[in-house]
């Protein structure tokens, strides 16, 4: 059980580091996992573990934006709890695309897209994308979340839905899309940390609700691995969100583009002559 625990701190850690920055966090778990031959014997927990130490991440940015994101906050005035309960309604409208796709194809891409190659494409494809649109260097015209409209926050959701594919990154996704829409990076970046509170805990929840239904509870052994990962990925978020936020006031995306082609090329390297 040693390894395994120390397995789910590497695993952890990767996680909180990879989910925020748009890099994948799925591409790399699964990648990080191909070394790591984590849980081998214990598929269906190993792809649960996967998703749900997710929620580890999604407690960062509870914690980190926890004034901003609660509508009940006793030092906000009814007009800031009224604009709170507004930002709320313009994160589910973004997660409505991504939610129902999800639910519809979640077997479909766990089986037939949870694959290496799927994730050096998406790496590479969407690393020139940044490339792309960062060179663009189109003048922002949203500065806030509530200057955002509800259409926009349903076509930054649409952008999301690409994140279902493993590889995409569901932050780059989203902050690619919101870019493209018109918003400043820092407001997209934002944005996509609160968009991910609820995917997440969709996601995790779908997972668990399928675990549970044809395994049934938990083990100690697995409760403990998934606490331990859940926690790992939650302090190394925290890191990871403060730095982001701070690498984007004074720079561009264009470092995640050139690292994710990179990380895409090596990986069809690999693959084609040392991991078949």
């Not at 994308?129 to 926009?152: Q, R, V, W």
């Not at 932050?171 to 997440?200: C, D, H, K, N, Q």
Request: with cysteine.
């Amino acid at each position: 059980m040693l390894i395994e625990i120390l397995q789910s701190i590497l695993l952890g850690i990767v996680q909180g580091i990879t989910e925020w920055l748009p890099i994948s966090s799925t591409g790399h778990m699964i990648l990080v996992n191909e070394f790591l031959h984590f849980m081998e014997s214990n598929d269906d927990f190993r792809n649960l573990f996967l998703v749900v130490i997710q929620f580890g991440s999604i407690l960062a940015v509870v914690t980190i934006y926890f004034h901003k994101l609660n509508p009940f906050s006793p030092k906000k005035t009814d007009i800031q709890k009224r604009e709170t309960w507004t930002m709320w309604l313009k994160v589910l409208a973004g997660c409505v695309p991504a939610g129902i796709i999800g639910l519809l194809f979640d077997d479909f891409i766990d089986t037939v897209l949870y694959k290496w190659y799927v994730v050096a494409a998406t790496l590479i494809i969407y690393g020139f994308a940044f490339l792309i649109i960062e060179n663009m260097n189109k003048k922002p015209k949203i500065e806030s979340i509530e200057g955002m409209s509800y259409k926009t926050a349903l076509l930054i959701g649409v952008f999301q839905m690409l994140a279902l594919i493993p590889g995409t990154s569901r932050s780059g996704a989203t902050i690619l899309g919101a870019v493209l829409l018109g918003t400043s990076r820092y407001v997209a970046t934002e944005f996509s940390f609160f968009l991910a509170v609820p995917v997440m805990l969709g996601a995790s929840g779908l997972k668990i609700l399928k675990y549970f239904m044809g395994n049934g509870l938990f083990g100690t052994e697995e409760t403990i691995i998934l606490l331990i990962g859940m926690i790992t990925a939650y302090v190394v978020s925290i890191f990871a969100i403060k730095f982001l936020m701070g690498y984007i006031k004074k720079h561009d995306f264009k470092p995640f583009g050139y690292y994710r082609i990179i990380l895409g090329v090596l990986i069809i390297l690999y693959f084609a002559f040392v991991g078949l």
